[in-house]
Antibody, heavy 124, light 106 residues
Framework: EVLVLESGGGLVQPGGSLRLSCAASGFTFSSYVMSWVRQAPGKGLEWVSIISDSGGTTYYADSVKGRFTISRDNSKNTMYLQMNSLRAEDTAIYYC?????????????????WGQGTLVTVSS | SYELTQPPSVSVSPGQTASITCSGDKLGNKYASWYRQKPGQSPVVVIY???KRPSGIPERFSGSNSGNTATLTIRGTQAMDEADYYCQAWDSSTGVFGGGTKLTVL
């Protein structure tokens, strides 16, 4: 059974930092692209970042570029999101998602498995 | 930046057909996927690569994508289909979600 489990959320002050983790199981983690998607309270889904299977290629939404860093440790089947210079507008549930078919062109990728999410609250 | 536009809400009577649209520039040249999210739950993919249904998703769910519009169609809509629905596509290597559509079955 494929499982992805986020952790690391919590309350942080504006300007602070937080690192989220996503532990994966039930599939060959090192063979799949992984992504972070967030959802502000009462709002829609927002794509945040994506990382290649090797970890060598990453992309970010403009809203987090320069502040967030995505990474992965394939030996631990875990993906991370380092969030710095946090703002109130970063308050959201952060979901980890496995991506299928990302490399096919044009991009056929889709999110086939999602975690339950971890809540990040940025407030003083 | 690339944008996807969805109607905020769609209403349908039980047993009828619901259609949710997603508009974007030349969206038909990209692949669209659709996600269902019920209150307090994580999103679930219901349609991927425009028309494909994952295992476990009922046959009443279907999708199409042409021109500037992708459409999610739910035939014989049931009360359990009431949820928020999001379309998603890729602008080259970055992801884009539509704003979401609240489907009400009444």
């Amino acid at each position: 059974e494929v499982l992805v489990l986020e952790s690391g959320g919590g309350l942080v002050q504006p300007g602070g930092s937080l690192r989220l983790s996503c532990a994966a199981s039930g599939f060959t983690f090192s063979s799949y692209v992984m992504s972070w998607v967030r959802q502000a309270p009462g709002k829609g889904l927002e794509w945040v970042s994506i990382i290649s299977d090797s970890g060598g290629t990453t992309y970010y939404a403009d809203s987090v570029k320069g502040r967030f860093t995505i990474s992965r440790d394939n030996s631990k089947n875990t993906m991370y999101l380092q969030m710095n210079s946090l703002r109130a507008e970063d308050t959201a549930i952060y979901y980890c998602a496995k991506v299928e078919d990302y490399y096919v062109s044009p991009n056929k990728g889709y999110f086939d498995y999602w975690g339950q999410g971890t809540l990040v609250t940025v407030s003083s | 930046s690339y944008e996807l536009t969805q109607p905020p809400s769609v209403s349908v009577s039980p047993g009828q057909t619901a259609s949710i649209t997603c508009s974007g520039d030349k969206l038909g040249n990209k692949y669209a996927s659709w996600y269902r999210q019920k209150p307090g739950q994580s999103p679930v993919v219901v349609i991927y690569q425009d028309t494909k249904r994952p295992s476990g998703i009922p046959e009443r769910f279907s999708g199409s994508n042409s021109g500037n519009t992708a459409t999610l169609t739910i035939r014989g809509t049931q009360a359990m289909d009431e949820a928020d629905y999001y379309c998603q596509a890729w602008d080259s290597s970055t992801g884009v979600f539509g704003g979401g559509t609240k489907l009400t079955v009444l």
